[in-house]
């Protein structure tokens, strides 16, 4: 397949448009990570989307809509039927990246879903990705627009590096902003539960919904490698560790090179990594090391696309400085302990 390169502009994002409503694929930008977008209600179209990214079919996509409208169609009692909770959040944080987990829609596809009796859904901030929904006519089912298990996509070059020919099109946008994807939160329980974090943070839902918003058993995971315990208040799943979010159970975020977080105070950190970088060296590996002055939104824009370059550079291990856990820190540190295998130096 020839994958054809579009502009953002108003003539290709109508072509695209066209793309998504003929059952094509699309990958597309978005604020937080590229996109690789079907026909929502499209089974066949969203079928194709595991198979170009080799995703497992149990693990579902994100409908992504243009306006609060959209949602009529898409989850359980349409706009109407919609829970107060979720109405702030929508009202407060859409168009943004987060993401809800509602009551699915008998009309949305099992194949978009995953299955599951319920649907995420999000409405991005990106005017190219609503633009793209509107010209489509049809809410966007995407996944990260990477092959399954990869460090997801923040550049139009990042896509086509994993995309090129297993996709109809891709939009040629920016680098995104945020870089790393939607805070997915599940609002069908009692409490809302964060099953994966991102830049809008527990607190912030907390702020605006005046009660207690939970972290999925799954993400203890992280705070324990971390810091040795867990000081959050989490879902009552019975199953330790279960992850809610089907996809949160797969491989992550890897790279080809290996990955290791190093931890520690600014002595402790410059002597385990200058040691690391000697031994790498003497083992005749070729080492790089990333690290954003504890900056944590400066690494949620650059990690994956740093992990990419690096990847291109033929590097064979990755050292890479931990960040402290703490709001949207705690976010990009699951995408780093992920893509490092839960390897992590003190
Ligand atoms: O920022 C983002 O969310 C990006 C951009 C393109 O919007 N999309 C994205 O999609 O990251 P994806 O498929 O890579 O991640 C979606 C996550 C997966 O962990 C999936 O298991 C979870 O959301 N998910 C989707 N539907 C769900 C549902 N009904 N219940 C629980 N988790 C769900
Ligand atoms: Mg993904």
Redesign the pocket.
Same mark, same amino acid.
């Given at each position: 397949m020839k994958t054809i390169r579009l502009s953002i502009n108003k003539k290709d994002i109508k072509h695209a448009g066209e793309i998504i409503k003929s059952g094509g694929l699309v990958a597309f930008p978005?604020e937080?990570?590229? =996109?690789l977008g079907a026909d929502a209600f499209n089974a066949e179209a969203v079928a194709s989307i595991y198979e170009a990214k080799g995703r497992p079919s149990d693990? $579902?996509?994100?409908v992504?809509i243009a306006e609060i409208d959209d949602i009529d169609s898409i989850i359980e009692g349409g706009l109407r039927g919609m829970a107060v909770s979720a109405e702030i959040l929508a009202n407060q944080i859409w168009p943004g $990246?987060l993401?809800m987990?509602l009551p /699915?829609n008998p009309a949305v596809p099992d194949v978009t879903? =995953?299955g &599951?009796s319920?649907?995420?859904v999000?409405m991005?901030l990106n005017e190219t990705a609503r633009n793209l929904i509107k010209a489509a006519g049809t809410p966007i089912a995407? $996944? *990260?627009?990477n092959i399954s298990g990869r460090p *997801?996509p923040t550049t139009a070059e990042d896509v086509l590096e994993d995309m090129d020919g297993r996709i109809n099109a891709v939009i040629m946008g920016d680098q995104c902003d945020v870089g790393i994807? *939607?805070t997915?939160v599940?609002m069908t329980e009692g409490k809302p539960i964060i &099953?994966?974090p991102?830049l809008i943070t527990k607190e912030r839902m907390e702020a605006l919904l005046g009660c207690e918003v939970l972290y999925d058993k799954a993400l203890l995971k992280d705070k324990i490698a971390e810091n040795g315990s867990a000081d959050f208040a989490v879902s009552e799943d019975e199953e330790e560790y279960a992850p /809610?979010?089907? =996809?949160?159970k797969y491989t992550h975020y890897s790279p080809k090179a290996k990955v290791r977080l190093i931890a520690g105070n600014d002595e402790n950190y410059r002597a385990k990594v200058t040691e690391l970088e000697l031994k790498a060296m003497n083992d005749g590996l070729k080492s790089a090391t990333l690290e954003y002055g504890g900056n944590a939104e400066k690494a949620a824009r650059n990690l994956f696309a740093d992990l990419r370059k690096l990847d291109r550079q033929g590097c064979d291990i990755i050292f890479i400085r931990t960040l402290d856990s703490k709001g949207e820190g705690f976010s990009v540190m699951n995408r780093m302990l992920k893509s490092a295998g839960y390897d992590i130096v003190r």
């Open positions: 978005t937080t990570v590229y =996109g693990n $579902p996509m994100i992504h $990246p993401t987990v /699915k879903t =995953g &599951l319920t649907v995420a999000r991005p995407a $996944p *990260s627009a *997801s994807e *939607s997915v599940d &099953l994966r991102g /809610k979010s089907p =996809g949160m």
